[in-house]
């Protein structure tokens, strides 16, 4: 099959990126030894119980960061995944687990499953505005005044964002992408799963297994930050 024939079978193309895709800007993983559950238990700064028990320890891990992502700037593959959104000829539709608004920085388009360090929610409301680089105990909401202001961020054991729109892009799309993920956290763990049955390809680009290579139906595995989505070999091998 030639290089063109092979893209266009390729229309609609959904990616999920994790953790491992922000590494190489200097943002710590979750889950690797020495990664941030390393230094902080779940249950004490990612948990609503948590916000309630100490909203002050709370809110300086969030700060840091904050502070850390506003500082970070985008690699290689983010910037190759909004060359891909720019330049590709059908959908892509970016998900992201990640928090930090690198692929934003990088010019390109994310459905934000577990919030946006940027941005603030009201606990009592659920407004949302443009956080402050640092956010304290009882700062008050802009909308409706209570003192509830949290991060926007997806806590364990809360529904994650935007799943209506991820599932029925997953339901419909011809390619499945999961880049720098651990497969250990669910909704997105299940993505692969989704879209096979619906009747897409399946690829891994990951530095080493996950929980959920098994499902996938091919693997990359070079480092996430030299990985270009539009190679031809790439797409070559997808398809």
Known sequence: MAEGDAMKRINRIVILTGAGISAESGLGTFRDDGGLWAQHRIEDVATPEAF?????????FYNARRVQAADASPN???????????????????????VDGLHEKAGGTAVHMHGELSRA???????????????????????????????????????????????????????????????QVYPAAGFVEEARMAGAATVELNLRDSDMSHAFEDHIIPRAAIIDPLSPNLWFRLT
């Open 76 to 98: 290689a593959a983010h910037d190759a995944l909004a060359r891909l959104q720019t330049t590709f000829p059908g959908e892509v539709m970016l998900v992201t687990q990640n």
């Open 121 to 183: 929610l009201c606990a009592a409301c659920d407004h949302r505005w443009d956080a402050p680089s640092e956010m304290s105990v009882g700062e008050t909401c802009p909308s409706c005044t209570a003192p509830s202001a949290r991060p926007d961020i997806v806590w364990f054991g809360e529904m994650p964002y935007h799943m209506e729109r991820i599932i029925d892009a997953l339901h419909s799309c011809d390619l499945f992408a999961a880049i720098g993920t651990s497969g």
């Open 52 to 60: 309630e028990r100490d909203p002050a320890l709370v809110h300086r």
